[in-house]
């Protein structure tokens, strides 16, 4: 299995990007897709979460309303629409894929968000 995240780059604060994560080597509608990130000196962090059908998402209390969470099935890939983004979002953002009793992770994409 592979996750590959794209989309990552240097924003202003305030400004919005797109996060992508294409994933290859499994069924890919079989698997919940999350989205987590680690900033320098921090522990990994939850950030947003998307069931196998796209159907539910759920949020980290500091991004509900800011960032959204999608998935094309059909292209594999999912993505998180980041808006109104702080300094405090600096991060690598990392995809993973989960379905018990298994979860893969992808190599992250760093994402800095200047004030």
């Known amino acids: 299995v592979q996750l590959q995240a794209s989309g990552g780059g240097l924003v202003e604060t305030g400004g919005s990007l797109t996060l992508s994560c294409a994933a290859s080597g499994l069924t890919f509608n079989n698997y919940g897709m999350g989205w987590f990130r680690q900033s320098p000196g921090k522990e990994r962090e939850f950030v947003a979460a998307?069931?196998?059908?796209?159907?539910?998402?759920w949020y980290e209390d500091s991004v509900k309303g800011r960032f959204t969470a999608s998935r094309d099935n059909a292209k594999n890939t999912v993505y998180l629409e980041m808006n109104s983004l702080k300094p405090e979002d600096t991060a690598v953002y990392y995809c993973?894929?989960?379905?018990?009793?298994?979860?893969?992770w992808g190599q992250g994409t760093l994402v800095t968000v200047s004030s």
């Open positions: 993973n894929a989960h379905g018990a009793p298994y979860v893969w």
């Open positions: 998307i069931s196998s059908s796209g159907g539910s998402s």
